[in-house]
């Protein structure tokens, strides 16, 4: 489903076919982690947004401390 933040939680719910009371059957679930696979992120290395800015402030301070 394209722009699924767009839609209503009754539209996403007939377009994947999901009970809102019962939720998915397990056939369904079956079928959906056969097509889909395990809800889990990629394992690539991520490097926190915190540790990214403490990053480019250490460098701005080197870079200022070695010109003054």
Excluded: C, P, R
């Amino acid at each position: 489903m394209e722009n699924a933040h767009t839609k209503s939680a009754t539209e996403v719910l007939d377009h994947f076919g999901v009970n809102e009371n019962t939720g998915l059957t397990q056939e369904q679930v079956k079928v959906n982690l056969e097509k889909y696979g395990l809800n889990e992120s990629n394992k690539q290395n991520h490097t926190s947004l915190m540790l990214q800015w403490t990053t480019i402030f250490h460098g701005l301070l080197f870079f200022f401390t070695v010109i003054f």
